[in-house]
């Protein structure tokens, strides 16, 4: 079996479109009306197209869960971050915040509710932590990975 892709039922197809472009520089790369492709695989299917392919009245789905979220990582993070602050109406789920391993994060809100986080891609920590003075090894112990992880990342 080979998993396909993440898809995300939204309530207004342009204005997701144009947020998934604006925030994240996703791009469609097919639109199929009630169903959109958006570059890296995300799919976004309307709400009226969603219910009818699982039988339920639109009423039954429910938006802003807590239990999931779609995931990217950023090369330049203080970069997006300051792009994020510049953007008007997005909703933070929590300001951004270093993990135990050393990336930086950040979660918000898309327009229907959905989590996204945006991390700083684990290379730029291995690279920020290498600018620091730490050795390889002192690097795979602060991230708690395997040495030859931070190998490649370093590289």
């Given amino acids: ?3 396909g892709n993440s898809m995300l039922v939204v309530k207004d197809m342009e204005a997701s479109k144009a947020f998934y472009r ?4 996703l791009h469609v790369t097919a639109d199929l009306g009630a169903n959109v492709i958006l570059t890296g695989g995300l799919s976004l299917q309307t709400l009226e197209s969603w219910a009818g392919f699982i039988q339920k009245d639109p009423a039954e789905i429910h938006f802003g869960g807590q239990a999931d979220e779609q995931y990217f990582e950023e090369e330049n993070f203080d970069a ?48 920020r932590f290498l600018d620091s003075g730490m050795t390889l090894e002192q690097i795979a112990q602060r991230m708690d990975v395997p040495l030859r992880m931070v190998k490649s990342l370093a590289r």
């Fill in 1 to 3: 079996m080979k998993y």
């Fill in 22 to 25: 604006q925030v994240l520089g």
């Fill in 80 to 127: 997006f971050l300051e792009k994020l602050a510049a953007l008007p109406g997005i909703r933070y789920v929590h300001p951004v915040q270093e993990f135990p391993w050393g990336q930086r994060g950040v979660r918000f809100y898309d327009p229907d509710g959905h989590i996204i986080e945006v991390g700083e891609s684990l290379k730029t920590v291995c690279r």
